[in-house]
Every structure is written in C-alpha cells, then in structure tokens.
C-alpha cells in the first residue's frame, strides 16, 4: 500500500474525522485516531489524534512535548503513514482527548470531528468520562489531575454519578466507621445540612465525606 503523509489520507478520505493511520513498521494492533485536521499550506498542517492499542488510548506520544501541549500528532506531515481500514475507535478515548485538547484551541480554526453521535449535555458527558476513570481505578487526585480541575469537583461528579444511580462503591471514598457516624450524626440531630453536621463531626470528617454519604443515604445506594 503506498504511504502519504496524514494530510494527503484525510483528503483522500473525503475530509473526515476520525480515521485511522499506521506508520510503516508498526504492528496491525498499533495505530493512531485522527481526530482533527487544520491544514496550513497544502499537503501540510496540524493533524491532531492519539495513539491506541487495538483501539484503546495508549501513551505511545507522551515522549513528545508538542503533543502533551496540543494534541498534535508527531511526524504527521511524514509519508510514512496507510489508513486503516474498519479499526476500533473507544468511544470514551475519543470523547475524552477531544475534551482535553480540542477545548484549548480557537474552535474556529480546527475541523471538528464529522461523525453522527446522539446529542448529550456537556454536563452529563463530564459526570460519564469521571465515571469512566472511577471504573479503571484512578484516584480521585489521578483524575484531578488529568482533567485539570480541583479534587472538589470530581467528589462532586461522585456525589452526582451516586444520585444517577451508577454503581459506585461509596466505601472507596468514605471509610465505613465514618458512614456509620454520619448516618448516627444526621438521625440523632434530624439534619442534612453539611455545616451543622460537620461542627457536630469535628475536623476529622470532610465536607466531601459528609455529603457523599447523605447522597448515598437518600438514594439507599450505600453497601450494608
């Protein structure tokens, strides 16, 4: 099969993304979604994508600091690449690197992805890619931290995620001795409200634990 560059594959693609790319010497379970192509002087531009396993985000790129800046895809204008025919594309990969890196650019300037998907609202595609990370046993820090936000806010997307019914194992973030003081605190002073729960407490308990644990109360999701 000849090889182009990314550039070139996307034209001849129909000027669709995602598509998928392999360079030359790399193994059938190795290749890169691309998800975004911005082109500057033709056949060359900013192809943007990430490097998979049979389909699966893989950190193949993390050498290289452009693309853990801007999603860039290194060596895109190479003729080194084939498309890939009929290849695997995890729907919660893409979501997610499109969240990460296309939010820091101008929209104006990049091609979005063309691909028929059912309309969602922007928070609850947030509450499902925590969710995602949860489900492969990232710490709430971990998650924190890949998605640039304050700890707070992903114990909030546990306290929603719980409310929504998911499946979530309330004990990874609140140990048991303290769900039990809680529930204790919240009956013997017929309150739900966090601050007077969390005076009566004291410092050992956070205002993270405490609420988490209400939400599980009232949705009967807590594991007996």
Partial sequence: MEEKNI???????????PFAVRRRNWANQYYTIVTGVVIKKWPYGDAYGYATINGTFSNHYEYDKRWRESGIIPCCGCYQWTLVENPRICEEDYQRFNLQYFSRKKQSIIKKPVVKRPVVKKTEDTYQITYGLLQKDHSVEEIAKERSVTAGT??????????????INLDKYVPKEKQIQIFDAAQLLNQDKLKPLKDHLGDDFSYDEIRLTLIARANVVMKS
């Fill in 7 to 17: 550039f070139e594959i996307w034209k001849e693609n129909g000027e669709k993304t």
């Fill in 154 to 167: 992903i114990y909030s997307h546990i306290g929603k995620l719980i409310s929504q019914k998911f499946p």
